[in-house]
């Protein structure tokens, strides 16, 4: 602009602030907005403040916001609306307790808050309503009341955003009659409810089952003249389909038209799959004709749901054509459709016709003017399309291991540890996409420290020292004993030594005075005080500030671990062969950043240095990714945050594919069973894989390479994993899990799996495969011709959540909060015991029983003091205790005192037992693994619900936002 002679005007300045408040470049924001006047040659006013404060707000921001307006008040006198900005500004992040500080400083500066200041707070405050069921529903609920009560008495009168605000958290606490009230109030103070208003309380009475009232809501709604949205409809739909309500579902879909409301892509997409499962084609057929007309959709879910829909009626001519439409749109299939029509167009030996038209399309595909990404995606989905085609001629040619051969490869073009980067397969995931890309470890800093070998000190380069250093500061781990960690270390620490220097033998190396340096250094920052570490932690939060928001299509979105891991010694789990091998550092030139087009590339934080590629693909949901230093053949991904919406998406599929095993359950377990004694030794033992995957929920276990830790799972079980005890129908396994995690357990199995594994053991030598004619990859996909989508995993996600739902489903109506949640850990404890899922007993389990034994101790103590005092009260005589305030005897001990003080003392004893004896009975089980993995969060939420538990009691803070998703369940939900 300066070249041009044009003159920045206020505009420019705010376009600029906003970019780079998007960017997270918060301080460069400030520092344009100081430089503002020397370029506009104007003063800056109040207005470019407030434009300041709200867009940092907007961004998430309110911390910097706060410190921006704190600092500047002696210039931009504060007002309203600046303080309306800055409670808007800590209720978007979920702090209405800091909101509510502003409030109150705002009215005692003698600022009068406004409607729209008490609809933001009122908002920030119902907002937490998602994290807090059960009985926190009630104190949020009166809150809210409270703060309109007291915009009346200011004379504000609340509006229609008001009452929708307070509705919404009705709608979330299930409190229909609340819901009705609010809504027949409204009317009578001449408030025209919107159509949020009126979907809030539609919502809620769905919800709860009251149909027929959600349905008087809605007509009442379309009499006073507001049109219904497709959400509207979709609360109707989402209860049709739970209930299977086929006719009222056509009825109200009927009726949408004659209200001229066009259906959502949700609305269809709810629709196309309530019809699908009950197999009424022909209507989801005219619903997809008014989906396509209406420019609502597809996309991949609704092809997924039609295209299966149509196999399960054995129409795979038209899934064909749609798989083929699909993929011309731009969406790829998932790998379970294919596989599908693979098996179809297999069996079928009279559509050689057809199969040459998927190939000509094919070919068409290839010469659309694609971009290499685009084609690469569309290729290897036409490419196993085309496999379908040429099954049928191939069939007769192609031998078993070739096909195996064949799956493998398949299935490894598919997966992370491949040298193809990891893809969704299932279409667009975004459209705009901007981060601040990762953070890479520092340079290293030479100590000095001289290690000795054969009792020298020894010269070492900075590289050969901080590789020295990894290994001194492991002194006293395990590892550290270890033969192969030591074996591995010694050999990658030689090719940094080189062929000339001294050290050559590991038993002559002396590492102590290494260690203790390292050991001097963590005292130092122990004592530290507690200012300077909060000063630490808050420059080190500050600097990590701008790697840990990501914008996904204007949303921010929280990223996941943004840090490259720092060089050091590879440990592995249990006794994995290539512990001890050194993690080199990862430089900037090994790591390929995803990012929308036209976003500013994240800049590389080393000079001269640069990314090995930016990529623009919006069909991934990954940041960065880079080759893994130990296992070439996999990598290192950056995704977002546990938290963000991409990853709830998933965690809610995953659960709702586990909760459709249950309509298939009992035809898959006939299933496996009738080939019990099938003559095709594959066919037989897959069915013994599946039968043992689903009673003991064990893992299917994939193939080992010689340099991956020795642990199994079902498939890859050794005959010496399994033995048979003689004269019973009892299995003893045992082997390594996951995470070499043993596995232990004596069984009893129907007799046939037991006559069945003697059979397979015949012959066979210690360390070979009991399923020898058995790989996982051949297991799913039987697995899925039973159910779409089904693998080995689902089952144990499956069994473990219907046994938690089965466990949770008894009476515990007079129980203490406390001893509820003694039932749910119980409970919990049977899954992970399912699960297999161990943990070694902690270092401080003994310290902590002591201290609980300790305290119980002291509990009786002064139990007893309390009974002599009540007998010696009751005789007229004075209490012998002393208060252990003041020193001084009790003189008002009553015995109703005295009664009370015995029975709280009775509750913290039976309180600190029952600690006790949770603490002995879970001290070598990981709950968390289950909870975090293999339980639907629904049933835990409802289950609190049901009985008045806060959620915070089970739930982890980490927990509660994962799962924020589940938070809105219905509390009659049962998985």
Same mark, same amino acid.
């Given at each position: 602009?300066?070249?041009?002679?044009?003159?920045?005007?206020?505009?420019?300045?705010?376009?600029?602030?906003?970019?780079?408040?998007?960017?997270?470049?918060?301080?460069?924001?400030?520092?344009?907005?100081?430089?503002?006047?020397?370029?506009?040659?104007?003063?800056?006013?109040?207005?470019?403040?407030?434009?300041?404060?709200?867009?940092?707000?907007?961004?998430?921001?309110?911390?910097?916001?706060?410190?921006?307006?704190?600092?500047?008040?002696?210039?931009?006198?504060?007002?309203?609306?600046? &303080? !309306?900005?800055? #409670?808007?500004?800590? +209720?978007?992040?979920? *702090?209405? $307790?800091? %909101? @509510?500080?502003?409030?109150? =400083? /705002?009215?005692?500066?003698?600022?009068?808050?406004?409607?729209?200041?008490?609809?933001?707070?009122?908002?920030?405050?119902?907002?937490?309503?998602?994290?807090?069921?059960?009985?926190?529903?009630?104190?949020?609920?009166?809150?809210?009341?409270?703060?309109?009560?007291?915009?009346?008495?200011?004379?504000?009168?609340?509006?229609?955003?008001?009452?929708?605000?307070?509705?919404?958290?009705?709608?979330?606490?299930?409190?229909?009659?609340?819901?009705?009230?609010?809504?027949?109030?409204?009317?009578?103070?001449?408030?025209?409810?919107?159509?949020?208003? &009126? !979907?809030?309380? #539609?919502?809620?009475? +769905?919800?709860?089952? *009251?149909? $027929?009232? %959600? @349905?008087?809501?809605?007509? =009442? /709604?379309?009499?006073?003249?507001?049109?219904?949205?497709?959400?509207?409809?979709?609360?109707?739909?989402?209860?049709?389909?739970?209930?299977?309500?086929?006719?009222?579902?056509?009825?109200?879909?009927?009726?949408?038209?004659?209200?001229?409301?066009?259906?959502?892509?949700?609305?269809?997409?709810?629709?196309?799959?309530?019809?699908?499962?009950?197999?009424?084609?022909?209507?989801?057929?005219?619903?997809?004709?008014?989906?396509?007309?209406?420019?609502?959709?597809?996309?991949?879910?609704?092809?997924?749901?039609?295209?299966?829909?149509?196999?399960?009626?054995?129409?795979?001519?038209?899934?064909?054509?749609?798989?083929?439409?699909?993929?011309?749109?731009?969406?790829?299939?998932?790998?379970?459709?294919?596989?599908?029509?693979?098996?179809?167009?297999?069996?079928?030996?009279?559509?050689?016709?057809?199969?040459?038209?998927?190939?000509?399309?094919?070919?068409?595909?290839?010469?659309?003017?694609?971009?290499?990404?685009?084609?690469?995606?569309?290729?290897?989905?036409?490419?196993?399309?085309?496999?379908?085609?040429?099954?049928?001629?191939?069939?007769?040619?192609?031998?078993?291991?070739?096909?195996?051969?064949?799956?493998?490869?398949?299935?490894?073009?598919?997966?992370?540890?491949?040298?193809?980067?990891?893809?969704?397969?299932?279409?667009?995931?975004?459209?705009?996409?901007?981060?601040?890309?990762?953070?890479?470890?520092?340079?290293?800093?030479?100590?000095?420290?001289?290690?000795?070998?054969?009792?020298?000190?020894?010269?070492?380069?900075?590289?050969?020292?901080?590789?020295?250093?990894?290994?001194?500061?492991?002194?006293?781990?395990?590892?550290?004993?270890?033969?192969?960690?030591?074996?591995?270390?010694?050999?990658?620490?030689?090719?940094?030594?080189?062929?000339?220097?001294?050290?050559?033998?590991?038993?002559?190396?002396?590492?102590?005075?290494?260690?203790?340096?390292?050991?001097?250094?963590?005292?130092?920052?122990?004592?530290?005080?507690?200012?300077?570490?909060?000063?630490?932690?808050?420059?080190?939060?500050?600097?990590?500030?701008?790697?840990?928001?990501?914008?996904?299509?204007?949303?921010?979105?929280?990223?996941?671990?943004?840090?490259?891991?720092?060089?050091?010694?590879?440990?592995?789990?249990?006794?994995?062969?290539?512990?001890?091998?050194?993690?080199?550092?990862?430089?900037?030139?090994?790591?390929?950043?995803?990012?929308?087009?036209?976003?500013?590339?994240?800049?590389?934080?080393?000079?001269?240095?640069?990314?090995?590629?930016?990529?623009?693909?919006?069909?991934?949901?990954?940041?960065?990714?880079?080759?893994?230093?130990?296992?070439?053949?996999?990598?290192?991904?950056?995704?977002?945050?546990?938290?963000?919406?991409?990853?709830?998406?998933?965690?809610?599929?995953?659960?709702?594919?586990?909760?459709?095993?249950?309509?298939?359950?009992?035809?898959?377990?006939?299933?496996?069973?009738?080939?019990?004694?099938?003559?095709?030794?594959?066919?037989?033992?897959?069915?013994?894989?599946?039968?043992?995957?689903?009673?003991?929920?064990?893992?299917?276990?994939?193939?080992?390479?010689?340099?991956?830790?020795?642990?199994?799972?079902?498939?890859?079980?050794?005959?010496?994993?399994?033995?048979?005890?003689?004269?019973?129908?009892?299995?003893?396994?045992?082997?390594?899990?996951?995470?070499?995690?043993?596995?232990?357990?004596?069984?009893?199995?129907?007799?046939?799996?037991?006559?069945?594994?003697?059979?397979?053991?015949?012959?066979?030598?210690?360390?070979?495969?009991?399923?020898?004619?058995?790989?996982?990859?051949?297991?799913?996909?039987?697995?899925?011709?039973?159910?779409?989508?089904?693998?080995?995993?689902?089952?144990?996600?499956?069994?473990?959540?219907?046994?938690?739902?089965?466990?949770?489903?008894?009476?515990?109506?007079?129980?203490?909060?406390?001893?509820?949640?003694?039932?749910?850990?119980?409970?919990?404890?049977?899954?992970?015991?399912?699960?297999?899922?161990?943990?070694?007993?902690?270092?401080?389990?003994?310290?902590?029983?002591?201290?609980?034994?300790?305290?119980?101790?002291?509990?009786?103590?002064?139990?007893?003091?309390?009974?002599?005092?009540?007998?010696?009260?009751?005789?007229?005589?004075?209490?012998?205790?002393?208060?252990?305030?003041?020193?001084?005897?009790?003189?008002?001990?009553?015995?109703?005192?005295?009664?009370?003080?015995?029975?709280?003392?009775?509750?913290?004893?039976?309180?600190?037992?029952?600690?006790?004896?949770?603490?002995?009975?879970?001290?070598?089980?990981?709950?968390?693994?289950?909870?975090?993995?293999?339980?639907?969060?629904?049933?835990?939420?409802?289950?609190?619900?049901?009985?008045?538990?806060?959620?915070?009691?089970?739930?982890?803070?980490?927990?509660?936002?994962?799962?924020?998703?589940?938070?809105?369940?219905?509390?009659?939900?049962?998985?």
């Amino acid at each position: 602009m300066d070249q041009l002679g044009d003159k920045p005007t206020s505009n420019t300045f705010d376009i600029l602030f906003r970019r780079l408040i998007a960017a997270g470049l918060t301080r460069q924001a400030i520092q344009a907005f100081d430089d503002m006047e020397r370029f506009t040659k104007r003063e800056t006013d109040r207005e470019d403040f407030v434009d300041l404060l709200d867009t940092l707000c907007k961004y998430g921001y309110a911390k910097v916001a706060t410190e921006v307006f704190n600092g500047r008040k002696f210039k931009f006198e504060p007002d309203t609306q600046m &303080y !309306t900005v800055m #409670i808007y500004g800590w +209720c978007k992040l979920n *702090r209405p $307790e800091v %909101a @509510e500080k502003f409030f109150r =400083e /705002m009215v005692d500066r003698g600022f009068e808050p406004n409607v729209v200041t008490y609809n933001v707070l009122l908002n920030g405050i119902c907002r937490r309503t998602v994290l807090h069921p059960g009985t926190h529903f009630e104190g949020i609920i009166q809150k809210a009341e409270n703060l309109l009560d007291e915009m009346q008495k200011r004379g504000i009168e609340p509006d229609v955003t008001s009452y929708s605000i307070v509705l919404h958290v009705y709608n979330r606490a299930h409190k229909p009659d609340l819901s009705l009230d609010k809504l027949s109030l409204m009317k009578e103070k001449g408030i025209f409810p919107t159509v949020a208003t &009126y !979907t809030s309380v #539609i919502k809620c009475l +769905c919800s709860c089952g *009251r149909l $027929e009232d %959600a @349905e008087e809501i809605l007509n =009442e /709604m379309v009499a006073n003249g507001v049109s219904p949205s497709p959400t509207t409809f979709n609360c109707f739909f989402k209860e049709f389909q739970g209930r299977k309500h086929a006719d009222n579902a056509l009825k109200l879909y009927k009726k949408m038209g004659d209200l001229s409301c066009t259906p959502s892509l949700s609305t269809y997409n709810i629709l196309v799959g309530t019809f699908s499962r009950l197999n009424k084609m022909d209507i989801v057929q005219e619903i997809w004709n008014d989906m396509k007309e209406s420019g609502a959709g597809p996309d991949s879910d609704s092809y997924a749901l039609l295209i299966h829909g149509l196999y399960e009626k054995r129409r795979w001519e038209e899934s064909c054509e749609f798989v083929l439409e699909m993929i011309e749109n731009g969406f790829l299939p998932q790998n379970i459709t294919l596989e599908k029509l693979y098996k179809a167009n297999t069996d079928d030996q009279d559509d050689e016709e057809d199969n040459l038209t998927l190939i000509e399309r094919k070919e068409k595909l290839e010469e659309d003017n694609l971009t290499l990404a685009e084609r690469k995606e569309k290729l290897e989905a036409a490419s196993a399309l085309d496999r379908i085609s040429k099954t049928k001629i191939a069939a007769k040619k192609v031998t078993s291991s070739s096909l195996k051969c064949a799956s493998k490869k398949i299935i490894k073009s598919r997966s992370k540890s491949t040298n193809l980067h990891l893809n969704s397969g299932a279409g667009k995931k975004w459209t705009t996409f901007a981060h601040n890309g990762i953070v890479l470890p520092p340079p290293y800093k030479p100590h000095g420290v001289k290690m000795l070998y054969n009792g020298e000190q020894v010269e070492l380069t900075p590289e050969q020292e901080e590789v020295a250093t990894m290994f001194a500061v492991m002194k006293d781990t395990e590892f550290a004993a270890k033969p192969k960690f030591i074996e591995n270390f010694m050999n990658d620490w030689r090719v940094i030594l080189g062929k000339e220097h001294v050290i050559k033998k590991f038993h002559l190396c002396d590492f102590t005075p290494i260690y203790d340096w390292h050991q001097n250094e963590k005292d130092k920052k122990k004592q530290l005080s507690a200012l300077e570490r909060k000063a630490l932690k808050e420059e080190k939060l500050k600097e990590d500030e701008r790697y840990m928001w990501a914008f996904v299509d204007g949303k921010k979105e929280k990223v996941g671990n943004f840090r490259v891991e720092p060089p050091g010694l590879f440990r592995g789990r249990g006794e994995h062969p290539k512990m001890g091998k050194l993690k080199r550092r990862i430089r900037p030139d090994e790591i390929t950043i995803n990012i929308g087009k036209g976003e500013p590339v994240p800049e590389c934080p080393i000079p001269n240095e640069r990314w090995k590629e930016v990529k623009h693909d919006n069909t991934v949901t990954w940041l960065a990714f880079w080759k893994n230093p130990i296992d070439p053949k996999a990598f290192k991904y950056v995704f977002l945050d546990d938290t963000s919406s991409w990853k709830g998406q998933s965690d809610k599929d995953k659960y709702e594919k586990a909760r459709l095993l249950k309509d298939y359950i009992l035809d898959i377990r006939a299933n496996y069973r009738k080939d019990f004694r099938n003559k095709d030794l594959m066919k037989q033992q897959i069915s013994v894989a599946a039968y043992l995957i689903d009673m003991l929920a064990l893992r299917a276990g994939n193939e080992k390479d010689d340099d991956e830790a020795d642990t199994v799972g079902c498939c890859t079980l050794k005959v010496e994993n399994v033995s048979l005890v003689p004269q019973t129908n009892k299995l003893e396994i045992n082997f390594l899990g996951k995470d070499s995690i043993k596995y232990e357990n004596t069984v009893e199995v129907d007799p046939l799996v037991y006559k069945a594994i003697g059979e397979f053991k015949k012959g066979k030598n210690t360390g070979e495969e009991l399923f020898d004619k058995l790989d996982t990859y051949k297991l799913n996909a039987h697995l899925k011709e039973l159910m779409p989508g089904l693998t080995a995993k689902v089952f144990r996600t499956y069994n473990a959540s219907i046994t938690l739902d089965k466990l949770l489903n008894s009476e515990i109506m007079n129980r203490n909060v406390a001893e509820k949640v003694v039932v749910y850990n119980r409970a919990n404890k049977e899954v992970a015991k399912l699960c297999n899922h161990q943990r070694s007993e902690p270092k401080s389990h003994g310290a902590q029983m002591l201290k609980l034994r300790d305290n119980i101790v002291k509990l009786k103590g002064v139990l007893d003091g309390l009974e002599t005092n009540l007998h010696r009260v009751r005789k007229g005589k004075a209490p012998l205790q002393l208060d252990a305030d003041d020193g001084k005897p009790k003189k008002n001990f009553t015995p109703e005192i005295l009664q009370r003080k015995i029975k709280l003392t009775l509750d913290k004893i039976e309180k600190t037992e029952r600690d006790m004896d949770l603490k002995k009975e879970l001290k070598t089980t990981a709950l968390g693994t289950s909870k975090t993995n293999y339980l639907d969060p629904r049933i835990s939420v409802a289950w609190c619900k049901r009985h008045e538990v806060p959620i915070e009691k089970i739930f982890n803070k980490s927990l509660l936002a994962k799962f924020a998703w589940a938070m809105d369940v219905d509390p009659s939900f049962r998985f």
